[in-house]
């Protein structure tokens, strides 16, 4: 089992994380329009296995403060989900669920943190939905933890997990769109060493 | 003067005069050496505490012991002296906190922990470091003085 790392990712298991991050994607953009109330479009997900040294230029570049939701994976798999969100996106996200116009001003205090942490779980919870479905694994969140951080910072969080048995992270980058004001939002499967393999074995992949 | 960037999993050396950064660590360490009569300088950005736990550890400077050791020898290989290098580190933060903490989430500890009994071991000298917290920090060393700057979102700058 050792050595199962996104290093050794062959082409179609690839196009099998991809079509994973696509219903996950599809789910989340579902749950979002419904909390939202509103409709969201969702443009195909970027799927990418990057090296760590391309890692910190996403989103801007790795001094570019970005927001980070990270959730934990309990059940069958364990490891932690990641979204990080750009500074926009987030606030756009924090005024649509609070009902407000999408340009409205706000510093990040604890209730915009709390609605963040809100978004994150709904988010979670529909894509590992998904991934339960189609895996027939019982995958479940737990408590988001939240920061608001370097982009470099943040996501060394599922690259130092990626680093223990690989030299690249998977990387799904998901754009949801609602009329003219678009959120880009990244999207991090961080799989423990062991649930990395269970979940492309239930897949069917290896 | 040229600024040499190092990415995650890492490390570049480099001759008078020159200007060392790495961006963004968060549970990385960032780890200086400076010869400071040669004014040689070094740098790594590791992710892991060691070589040994780990499946892939081809790339060396990704580890505490490895990345340091063949960052020292990259030190001497440009000229520097043992008895004159110095060390200053900076990061191993925990960037988010959960009530119930897992061995993933301490990484950044173990990270500083790791690297400090490493340099320890080689017998060079930790002057400064600015470690622990929760929030990111970009480094940056010139090897005019050996300065180390660290600057961070929120918590400003500063000089170690």
Known sequence: ?206 | MEVIRVGMADLKVAQHPAILTTLGLGSCVGIVLYDIKRKIVGMAHIMLPSSKIASANTNRAKFADTGITDLLEGMIRLGARREDIIAKIAGGAQMFTFSSTTDTMKIGARNSEATKVMLKLLNIPLVSEDTGGNHGRTIEISSEDGKLMVKTIGYGIKYI
């Open chain 1, 1 to 206: 089992m050792t050595g199962i790392g996104s290093n050794n990712i062959n082409s179609f298991q690839m196009d099998v994380l991809r079509e994973i991050g696509n219903i996950g994607a599809g789910n989340a953009a579902t749950a979002l329009a419904k909390m939202l109330d509103k409709k969201i479009d969702m443009s195909v997900p970027i799927t990418r296995v990057m090296k760590f040294s391309e890692v910190s230029d996403v989103l801007g570049g790795a001094e570019t403060k970005v927001v980070g939701i990270l959730l934990g994976m309990q059940g069958d798999i364990q490891g932690h989900i990641l979204f990080v969100l750009t500074i926009p996106s987030a606030k756009l996200l924090v005024n649509f669920l609070m009902g407000r116009e999408s340009d409205h001003m706000f510093d990040f205090d604890e209730m915009a943190c709390s609605a963040l942490k809100e978004i994150g779980n709904i988010l979670a919870a529909s894509y590992l939905g998904a991934l339960s479905t189609l895996t027939n694994l019982k995958i479940m969140p737990n408590v988001p933890g939240l920061a608001i951080d370097m982009a470099g910072a943040i996501i060394s969080v599922p690259a130092i997990e990626f680093s223990k048995n690989s030299d690249s992270v998977l990387y799904i980058e998901n754009e949801f769109t609602y009329g003219s004001e678009s959120v880009i939002g990244d999207f991090f499967l961080v799989p423990d060493q062991d649930s990395y393999y269970k979940l492309l074995e239930a897949l069917g992949v290896v």
